[in-house]
Structures are given as structure tokens and as C-alpha cells.
């Protein structure tokens, strides 16, 4: 069955150190997998895909399939990181469907 | 702008009386979905539409109603809300160009109460 596994439920670092939020996925076919990113009080928003290979306000993400992975990481911390991140697998076919994972909040600390 | 937009914002009500969550988007999307959140779950979906007068269960799709008149409407409707329900409700909407590239654009969301 596919899921998605953040078994974080919060992560607390000081600003300027490395953050690595976890993503674990299980899912038979090849996997299309997003980070989105809710700031306090905002709606839910795409931060990034696998597929861009692109680094949106310094996070990157690397698809590893061996490991089943989408772990998120930024180098340097900043309190504007402070958020909730969910990490989401696009189930396959037609449908747009996206599986989340519980979600990671993530508290930087100044 | 392109937005999704929902209304009410926020909404306490008392086991059993019917109510309607709209949601609305005016960037021509052919896919909306529903989805509730709730903490240590995450966001589980509760019905998605293809297009118009297409639309499916999702994983917790008990309880709800939902219908596609029109292409840019999605409401979600609770015929008996029970306490259960109380979460919060997001309305999501993308094209239907599927693929790793898309993206869903999410609602403010609906945090409703059920007494």
C-alpha cells in the first residue's frame, strides 16, 4: 500500500544549524514526491518536486529510491523556516491524488 | 488573483444540523479535492472530482457528501455532522495535466466544530 512516513513530529534547532526533515515512502511504481510547507496562519503551499531538482528558499530534496527516501534539507536554519512540512506522494494513473505524510514541525529557534 | 477560496473560515454547529463548506476556484482547474487534517494524521482526502459531475471517494469519504455542478464549485456537505467531524477542511484544486510537475493549490481552510 503507499503511505508516506515523517517520523518527526517535531524537530527544534537554533538558527544557522543544518536541518534534515525525514521522509520515508512506500509505493510500488515510480514515485512522484512533493514537499508543501504551512506557515502560521497561512494555507498549505508547494515548496517543492523531486522532479525539479530545484532549491526554493535554500531547501533541497533528493529522491533516493534504494532508501525509499525525500529527506528535506537546508543548510542554515532561519526563523522564518519555522513551519509545519508535510511530504506527499502523488498516487499514480489518472488521479491527482496526493498521499501525505503526518506532517514535521519544524522550530527554529533564534 | 488565482486563489481557492472557502467559506465559512471558521464554524460551530451541534450534532445533526446540516451544513454546506463551499469552495471555489477561478483558475479553471478540472481537479478539486477535499481533504481534512487533524493533528498526528496529517491531511487524509475525503472526496476528489475529476471535472465536472465526476467525482470519487477518497480514503475517509464516511459522513460527507459532495457534488460538481460547475467547474469552479466543489462544496462539501455534512447531512448529520457529528463530533467526529470536527477538523480542519482544506479544498485543494489543480490542472488535470497529471504528472510529476503539478501542483495543487490549497484553500485558506475551514476549521469547523461539531458540539
Known amino acids: 500500500a503507499q503511505r508516506v512516513t515523517q517520523p518527526e513530529k517535531l524537530l527544534s534547532v537554533f538558527k544557522g544549524a543544518p536541518v534534515e526533515l525525514k521522509c520515508n515512502y512506500s509505493y510500488s511504481g515510480s514515485p512522484e514526491l512533493f514537499w508543501y510547507v504551512q506557515y502560521s496562519r497561512q494555507r498549505l503551499q508547494l515548496l517543492l518536486r523531486h522532479i525539479s531538482r530545484e532549491s526554493i528558499k535554500g531547501f533541497t530534496a533528493d529522491l533516493n529510491k534504494g532508501e525509499t527516501s525525500f529527506h528535506l534539507k537546508k543548510p542554515f536554519a532561519q526563523e522564518e523556516d519555522s513551519a509545519m512540512y508535510y511530504c506527499a506522494l502523488r498516487w499514480g494513473g489518472a488521479t491527482n491524488k496526493l498521499i501525505f505524510g503526518t506532517g514535521t514541525l519544524l522550530a527554529v529557534q533564534p | 488573483e488565482a486563489q481557492v477560496t472557502q467559506n465559512p473560515r471558521y464554524l460551530i454547529t451541534v450534532t445533526g444540523k446540516k451544513l454546506t463548506v463551499t469552495c471555489s476556484q477561478n483558475m479553471n482547474h478540472e481537479y478539486m479535492s477535499w481533504y481534512r487534517q487533524d493533528p498526528g494524521l496529517g491531511l487524509r482526502q475525503i472526496y476528489y472530482s475529476m471535472n465536472v459531475e465526476v467525482t470519487d471517494k477518497g480514503d475517509v469519504p464516511e459522513g460527507y457528501k459532495v457534488s460538481r455542478k460547475e467547474k469552479r464549485n466543489f462544496p462539501l456537505i455534512l447531512e448529520s455532522p457529528s463530533p467526529n467531524q470536527t477538523s480542519l477542511y482544506f479544498c485543494?484544486?489543480?490542472?488535470?495535466?497529471?504528472?510529476?510537475?503539478?501542483?495543487?493549490?490549497f484553500g485558506p481552510g475551514t476549521r469547523l466544530t461539531v458540539l
Open positions: 485543494a484544486s489543480s490542472s488535470s495535466s497529471t504528472g510529476a510537475y503539478n501542483e495543487q493549490f
